[in-house]
């Protein structure tokens, strides 16, 4: 979360303007509710107490301000290189980029999945002086990332892309070809021009060629055309102003039930509590349950309760009419400071999974979503880049600053352990074959305990009081597959069960 990224190429070079938090405020002491306004009765030294405070939290938002506009507002343009040999894995697709067809249809992959940053100039957070999450929320932007592709596969067809994904033309990656396993290592070659048939690669840079493999006419699929505004009302619901069902500020409201507040980190753990808790409390998506894993268990029987709406039916009924769609979200720590390496190609396996809708966890402190792999690398979307507040509200507005054309990696080794991985099933059959699939995949762990299980019964929900911004982080805590944890008082700060 503190250091600057390199990501989103397209928007590098622009220079964010200071915030005046301050200019748009009413002073607290004579804030009441949203539907009217009082003098309170208060001594004149608590209202200059009170003034002296409110001073100091304009000065901090004044500095913050200062401070991220010079951390996000400018980007290092730089550019990701992937291999031709090696297949890159986004979320159960595979893509080969030994052709023109095989990247562009990575790019348009890429490019259409949903992409949630900083924002400034939002209205003020309830309670708080903030209008931007710049430097704090980078874990709820890669949560809401994860919640929407949940939704997109939802709600939309499967292995939709946006048509529009051509717009987006400064693809800034490169492919390439290396000599050897010993040149892999090293400086890679550009081999785009071999595709001609040429014995010698021509050097064409490869950005180039992928801007214009963006650009190629493609024949639309009508089912895509279609979704078109399935996907505009899907971006509105993470919109950043109040009535957003899934935006900043409903999360942050949500998140004080957990001790949090505007300006505080959230963990993978707590967010994953909060987007449960956001799409129970909304109506504008219908037929959708969240269910957060408890000790790194998936318990079957509290599946069935949250999703079947119809208890008497009979089991083998093959319908699935009455069971809702699930996401599920586990989270786990895969290590104790860094990541076991033994689970590597564990995670490995759950992202080549249809049902996968990714991770969020990332670096120390620097909150990532990540959707697929290469070799020994992560791709992720990186939240951590300021953009100006859109007007969601309004007709017809612009989707291009919501997805992004710079795919980003990052080594394996460098991936802190506390994430929460989701993963979606549409129907109950979906649900059974998740299960199965998923616990397959968990068994290419080299370690004794899988990273999470499946298991019949009941577990016990702790929610979001049973975290507490009070703990830095988790205590160890070990905990076999399959036993559950009886205490009723559990600390806040076992977030996780160490593997």
């Not at 009170?50 to 938002?61: I, P, S």
């Not at 996000?72 to 159960?92: D, M, Q």
């Not at 400071?337 to 995670?347: F, R």
Request: hydrophobic share 35%; charged share 20%.
């Amino acid at each position: 979360m503190n250091s600057v990224s390199p990501s989103a190429a397209q928007y590098a070079g622009i220079v964010m303007q200071d915030e005046q938090v301050e200019s748009r405020r009413q002073p607290p002491l004579e804030r009441q509710g949203s539907f009217g306004f009082r003098t309170p009765q208060v001594s004149d030294a608590s209202r200059e107490a009170a003034r002296e405070l409110d001073e100091m939290d304009k000065v901090k938002a004044k500095l913050m301000s200062a401070w991220n506009n010079v951390k996000y507002g400018w980007t290092i343009k730089t550019k990701t290189s992937f291999n031709k040999i090696s297949p890159v894995t986004v979320l159960g697709h595979s893509y080969l980029l030994n052709s023109e067809d095989e990247v562009d249809r990575f790019c348009r992959d890429f490019v259409s999945r949903i992409w949630l940053t900083y924002r400034k100039e939002f209205p003020l957070l309830e309670g708080s002086t903030w209008t931007t999450d710049c430097g704090w929320g980078c874990m709820l932007r890669s949560g809401q990332m994860l919640l929407a592709q949940g939704l997109m596969v939802h709600l939309m067809p499967r292995d939709w892309a946006w048509p529009d994904a051509q717009q987006l033309t400064d693809v800034d990656f490169e492919v390439f070809r290396p000599r050897s396993p010993v040149r892999a290592g090293g400086v890679p070659i550009p081999s785009f021009g071999s595709l001609r048939g040429s014995s010698t690669p021509e050097k064409i840079p490869a950005s180039s060629q992928a801007s214009r493999l963006c650009q190629r006419k493609r024949t639309e699929s009508t089912k895509d055309r279609q979704a078109e505004p399935i996907h505009s009302k899907l971006i509105t619901w993470f919109g950043d102003h109040p009535p957003a069902p899934f935006g900043v500020h409903q999360l942050v409201e949500i998140g004080k039930s957990s001790g949090k507040k505007a300006g505080d980190w959230y963990g993978p753990s707590i967010v994953a509590h909060i987007l449960r808790k956001a799409v129970a409390e909304t109506s504008v998506v219908q037929n959708l349950a969240v269910y957060v894993a408890q000790d790194c268990t998936v318990y079957k029987e509290d599946v069935v309760h949250l999703c079947d709406l119809s208890p008497g039916r009979s089991p083998a009924d093959p319908s699935n009419l009455a069971w809702k769609s699930l996401i599920i979200l586990v989270p786990v720590r895969l290590g104790g400071e860094a990541l076991n390496p033994s689970y590597i190609d564990c995670v490995k396996n759950i992202l080549k999974l249809d049902c996968c809708i990714g991770i969020i966890g990332g670096k120390p402190k620097h909150s990532l979503y990540f959707i697929g792999f290469q070799d020994e690398q992560l791709l992720y979307l990186d939240p951590h880049f300021c953009q100006p507040v859109v007007d969601v509200a309004q007709a017809d507005f612009s989707l291009e600053s919501f997805h992004c054309s710079s795919p980003k990696k990052m080594p394996f080794s460098r991936m802190d352990p506390s994430c929460t991985i989701g993963f979606y099933a549409k129907s109950k059959k979906d649900f059974e074959s998740l299960c199965s699939d998923v616990s397959r995949a968990l068994s290419s762990s080299k370690e004794k305990y899988p990273i999470f299980t499946f298991v019949e019964g009941q577990g016990q929900d702790y929610g979001l009081q049973g975290h507490s911004s009070n703990h830095s982080g988790p205590s160890a805590h070990i905990l076999p597959p399959g036993t559950l944890s009886t205490s009723n008082n559990r600390r806040s700060s076992e977030e996780f069960v160490f593997l």
